[in-house]
């Protein structure tokens, strides 16, 4: 039986299916394989140059080689309605080495698409397809296109198991405060292994603004996961104040948010707040970083 993955746009309930090309593609789909071995939640963005399809960066995780490796297997450079492809993320322009982390999962639910790398067009490898929903999958990804970024999960199909109590780091970062921002998190076990993670870009935003988003993304994955008991660890003084009711939000921007923020914790039967050093979140500062960095190129590509 077919390993399967599941992409799912939490906010739309949409969930679909796909399975791996094991046969056509081994190398990649082990690839694809390992980088969900704990679910990553990111930013689906649809893809200007590409045709219909979307978009979603995933950094370095476990053991996948690092550089935007793609396995050169089961290439194609005319993508079917339903195929998802492995690319290489574009290189930051200043960075001093030539290609840069992470790779690019590219979800074509249309005809007449094509893969888009930093090098132009050029062939991807088709890693899964999509076996279940893809009716549905077609209408979220056309929403993507018309309503912008949208939040999506990708990780393993099959039952996970639910642990009882979590730790979760959240951060946030914003290049300029206001300025390209973005939100990471990290879910570990009360035993360190790691549950979930995610990375998302925010556009513009201040770091107080990111800080708050790491947190509700990260507690909604958390009790996605079954999670009863939550221990929150963050580096941000202001926000654990606020939440604990020593501080009043006094910013309209931040009320929404630290609203938000409270909704999403009382899912849980208990819960707690804690601020910790920057090297204590170090994992989550730099998920946060990474998401900021996309975010602010994504912004120069639509200044353009």
Known sequence: MSREIELTFPELE??????????????????????LETP??????HAIYAGPALLIHVPPRHDEPRGGQIPVENETNEPRPGDIMLLPPASEDDAQEAVAEGVTVAIFYGERGRPFTPAG???????????????????????????GLQEVRLGRSGAEARPGAALLHADGASLGNPGPAGAGFVIEGNDGRLLAEGSVPLGRATNNVA?????????????????????????????????????????????PLYQEARRALRAFSEFSV????RKENAR???????????????MEKNAD
């Open 274 to 277: 804690q601020h910790v050093p």
């Open 121 to 147: 067009w050029q062939p991807g490898v088709v890693v899964a397809r999509v076996s279940r929903r893809q009716d549905d999958l077609r209408a979220v990804c056309r929403r993507v296109r018309f309503e």
């Open 14 to 35: 949409v969930t679909a299916h796909a399975e791996l090309c094991e046969d056509d593609a081994p190398l990649a789909s082990d690839l694809l394989w390992r980088l």
């Open 284 to 298: 989550a500062d730099r998920l946060a970083g990474q998401a900021a960095r996309k975010s602010k190129e994504r």
């Open 211 to 255: 800080e708050y988003q790491g947190l509700i993304l990260g507690a909604r994955e958390a009790a996605r996961l079954g999670v009863h008991n939550l221990r929150v660890l963050l580096d941000s003084e202001l926000i654990c104040h606020q939440l604990s009711g020593h501080y009043r939000v006094k910013s309209p921007g931040l009320k």
């Open 40 to 45: 990553f939640v990111g930013s689906a963005v």
